[in-house]
């Protein structure tokens, strides 16, 4: 089911990732600021593992600090991705609830590009907002589509309430 939706509206993800890319791309050449300084370029702890598996900021901090050392770029890139990836779940979430393309894509849309989500992409420390709505959605995406498949795998919703919980633990 899920795969038949991306393949049948691929152009509809293109174009949400066009505008993330278009409104957030002249964040990347940014520097550190305020909390970031001290949360990322500042912190030894960045390396440890016993630290970095705290809350899935510090772990993708980690992951990141490893591949990329303290470099803005690679990290503000990570919000994007998050955000973007944000976009593409509430698109889906709402054309498999409502089975209206108009609404789903409207919605992406000014989820995509509203001035109100510009701290949670642009500010490092920021991105914890762009994670945990990613999890949560992603949840969402598969309780919802195990109760329209009227499958009911348990796998799925098992899955669902391990991230959930997850998240409420590392809140």
């Not at 991306?6 to 002249?26: H, P």
């Not at 969402?140 to 796998?155: G, H, Q």
């Amino acid at each position: 089911m899920l795969r038949q939706i991306i393949k049948q509206n691929w152009l509809i993800f293109l174009l949400l990732t066009v505008a993330v890319v278009l409104v957030y791309a002249n964040s990347l050449s940014n520097g550190f600021v305020s909390d970031d300084v001290m949360g990322i370029l500042k912190n030894e702890k960045i390396g440890e593992f016993s630290w970095s598996l705290n809350l899935p900021q510090t772990w993708s901090w980690a992951a990141t600090d490893h591949l990329f050392g303290k470099n803005p770029l690679p990290f503000r890139a990570e919000n994007i991705l998050f955000h973007l990836a944000n976009a593409w779940l509430i698109f889906i979430l709402l054309f498999l609830l409502t089975q209206k393309k108009t609404i789903a894509l409207l919605t992406a849309l000014i989820f995509a590009v509203h001035p109100l989500l510009v701290e949670s992409v642009t500010w490092l420390s920021g991105g914890i907002y762009a994670k945990y709505t990613f999890f949560v959605l992603l949840a969402l995406l598969f309780y919802v589509s195990a109760k329209l498949t009227e499958l009911r795998r348990k796998k799925i919703v098992w899955l669902a309430l391990l991230l959930l919980a997850r998240l409420k633990k590392a809140g």
